[in-house]
């Protein structure tokens, strides 16, 4: 089956999904879902674009692993690895759930599918060495002191006085195990859902075997990687504001609507994007205009169909 | 492309994928995934057999609702349809990963996909008037005199004096929602992974939406469910036996062999079967061979290639 249209991968944010105000229930994430179904629609009957979908999972590991370290005493807890496949599990079907309602609203042939999906790392990530991204409940000192008996944690204290959390590291994608069959799916017309958290971390052990490892991997990094391997057209970047800005809330404040490589690279140097929030985003969009020459945008979900247009969002090209 | 290889649905045990004596650690996972993939070598190897895989869940969605429920006070538990998303990412990935494995050491270049999979139910099921599944922990009195407050759980008790436990209703599986993306992967050559627990339970709602369900779905009837609308050429059933039996651990217990669709009813009519074991098993396989015509078999995986060559196992015919 030969297909002529361009492709698009949109990373959606957790906020897409999830609202980082909410507590989490089933009601408010299908309503999340919902939302960004509807707001999906004008691109799942587009003519121009096939669309691929990735998702962030920050709050709902979070809420898993919570949920793990709870009834630690009475269940093993899973490995970071499996908890990231169980949010994929969760988060998958409630978006798939909401797309495939808001075709049959709309009248949409199509179907999606949402699958498993494996990224790969290396052992050897100077990030595994270091780890910093916090990840599940806070502890007190003694609990991490009873932890560390027992496991190979590293555990940072929270600046605001909440107690420690575990770090883990978050190491480099260097190539999401499933891209063929994404590719072929979204060829025959399926809407994929994938990569879903960033994609569930493995690495080849000793035996050369694919092997699960205990750490996240920044989902708009795994994104790109994705979108660079299959040559999209375009990658779309979704979050909670509708561009990037230098000197964000301060009275020198810019909106940036247009940034070639260049320019981007210098305000990614400068500081001028968060770490842990637009930092990555803006590192991911780098990455797949220097490899693949072609736009990538930043923006709210809101704004999609504008930015695809250009008359929103923040456009990030060569 | 054109498929000209028979196709075989396998149901894989909960034992195949967790030993019900195991705790349940990843190790324990893992070892018996490799195991399982181990087993499933011939067939994947085969230039007889297209296979699907499908699974169950049991013990593993009885950990996450302990999970969840000792989680309460601090993160919204999940509707059980979630539950059931999260598992198929669990084992699913488990599965897949151990599948990768056995191919790279067999050098067998196939790829496989794990998927997320609703299984549709009919909201006027008579099962909905009468649960009858138990599903996760066991509580006191007391506490379900609390939960009964915010929840409309049905509760029944323990006969050994546990405590109580929730029962759900286990609905009819009427249609798996991704018969046709299985169908489809399976002929261009790829393992297909899903139906995990028995699929994730949904109906379509007063809107006609679809909509999740708390209930859980017998594994092996919605296996036989897709096995029928694919019509497969074979279904067979792992399970931690090697074959069935009448008058099982009695001093006239028979081992079955070879069941015409007549004789196999018979027996069931007769409740030779158990209730939540052999019996919905047995149920399957009737209800696969008369809509098909075809065979199945129940067996142990480690007799699952006799079985195919009419060596091993309980064959269910016409």
Known sequence: MTD???LLVIALGGNALLDSKSKGTIEEREAAAADTAEQLIPLFNSTVYDVILTH???PQVGNLLIQQEEGSSKV???PLDVCVAETQGEIGYILQKAIQNAFEKHNIKKST???????????????????????GPYYSADQTREILKIKNWKFKEDPAGKGFRRVVASPKPIKVIQTQIISDLTKDGYI??????GGIPVYHDKNNDIAGVEAVIDKDLASAQLAIDLKADKFVILTN???????FRQPNEIKLTDLNLDEATTYYDQGHFTAGSMGPKVQSVIEFVSATGNHAIITHITK?????????????HL
Do not use: H, R, W
């Open 4 to 6: 002529k249209k361009k």
């Open 56 to 58: 962030g999972n920050g």
């Open 76 to 78: 093993p807890p899973m």
């Open 113 to 135: 599918i949402a699958m498993l999906t494996q990224v790969l790392v290396d052992e050897k990530d100077p990030a595994f060495e270091k780890p910093s991204k916090p990840v």
């Open 192 to 197: 994929v859902i994938s990569v879903g958290g």
């Open 241 to 247: 504001v509708e561009q990037c800005y230098i000197n």
């Open 304 to 316: 999609l169909v504008d930015s695809l247009e250009g008359k929103a969002g923040t456009l990030i």
